[in-house]
C-alpha cells in the first residue's frame, strides 16, 4: 500500500514524469543504436516522436474535456469518472438483456 502512494505521488509530479521519460528515451536509443545502422535509427525515433507527440494531444484534449465537464457540470473528477463508469455499467446491462 505503501508502495502505490509513493508511486503515484510521484507519478503526479511534471517534472518526475519528464525525468521518467527523457531516461527512456535514452533506453531505447542506447538499445536501438546497439542494432540499427543511422538511417534505420533515424526512421524509427521519429516514429517514436511522432507516437509521443499524437499521444500528448490525446492527453490534453481529454484533460479540456473533463475540465469542461468539471466547469459546466460543478463536479469533481472523480464523479465525472463515477457517472461514466455507472453509463457504461447500463449500457451493459441493457447490451445483455436485449
Known amino acids: 500500500m505503501f508502495f502505490n502512494k509513493l508511486a503515484i505521488s510521484f507519478l503526479s509530479n511534471r517534472v518526475n514524469i519528464t525525468?521518467?521519460?527523457?531516461?527512456?528515451?535514452?533506453?531505447v536509443g542506447y538499445v536501438m543504436?546497439?542494432?540499427?545502422?543511422?538511417i534505420q535509427f533515424i526512421i524509427v525515433f521519429i516514429m517514436i516522436l511522432g507516437i509521443q507527440f499524437i499521444t500528448r494531444i490525446k492527453a490534453t484534449s481529454?484533460?479540456?474535456?473533463?475540465?469542461?465537464?468539471?466547469?459546466?457540470h460543478e463536479m469533481k473528477a472523480n464523479d465525472i469518472v463515477e457517472k461514466i463508469k455507472e453509463q457504461a455499467e447500463e449500457a451493459k446491462r441493457n447490451n445483455d438483456i436485449n
Open 19 to 27: 525525468i521518467v521519460q527523457c531516461v527512456l528515451y535514452f533506453i
Open 33 to 38: 543504436g546497439q542494432h540499427l545502422n543511422w
Open 62 to 72: 481529454d484533460g479540456m474535456v473533463f475540465r469542461e465537464l468539471m466547469v459546466n
